[in-house]
């Protein structure tokens, strides 16, 4: 019935993590990672708990990038931001940047997965003393669900890394399926790339129910 309470306590008492305020304490970089605007996710509601637990461990908005995770999409508009964010978080000082797939100098390899696939991912988020992600759980139509490892990949891939992901051989296999994440080669990818690129010391995701 309280959606901010809720998520105030995910973040004082999460599964698996420290508290965020103990994970941001003395951070310098923080990189936030969000989703694109083709992706209902309530930012509006889920962000201002997260910075709240940020400033509250010493962590001010000259520190912290929010990235969003574009995958192959355009990058995200004035208007955009404001639609998902609001004018408050907007106009904070928050350093706001879309990832761009397509610009290969903003990628560094982080290795090979078990199937050949070069790992190209935003120098941003590898480069951060502190990386969150706060992502929609959803069933996916080939990884099983989408949100958490996916805004890694393909969400802050390059092109070409994107492109293997979303290649025959992977997407076309009987178990890269909706709802299916055992032995599901595209979810196993997503989780490579994932551990490679360092993982998220933080991850807040959630699910909507008819309201949104």
Known sequence: PDVTAATRHALRQ??????????????????????????????????????E?????????????????????????EADLLEMLGPEIV??????????????????????????????????????DLRLLVSLIEPHLFAGYS????MILPGLASEETICHFHSPELIEQSKSA???VHDNPTDQEAWEAYH??????????CTLDEER
Not at 58 to 64: C, H, K, N, Q
Not at 118 to 124: A, E, G, M, V, Y
């Open 53 to 77: 637990e940020l400033a509250r461990a010493g962590v001010g908005p000259e520190r912290i990038l929010l990235l969003i995770a574009t995958g192959l999409h355009r990058v995200a508009t």
């Open 147 to 150: 949100g958490g490892r996916k």
């Open 14 to 51: 999460p599964l698996g993590a420290k508290p965020l305020r103990e994970l941001a304490a003395g951070r310098g970089k923080v990189c936030l990672v969000l989703p694109d605007n083709t992706r209902p996710l309530p930012c509006k509601t889920l962000l201002p708990p997260i910075l």
């Open 178 to 180: 909706m709802g299916l």
């Open 91 to 128: 106009s904070t000082g928050y350093r706001i940047e879309s990832h761009q797939a397509r610009d290969t100098e903003s990628h560094a390899c982080v290795g090979r997965s078990r199937r050949g696939t070069s790992l190209w991912i935003d120098h941003r988020y590898l480069e951060a």
């Open 196 to 205: 490679l690129a360092g993982g998220a010391a933080f991850s807040l995701a």
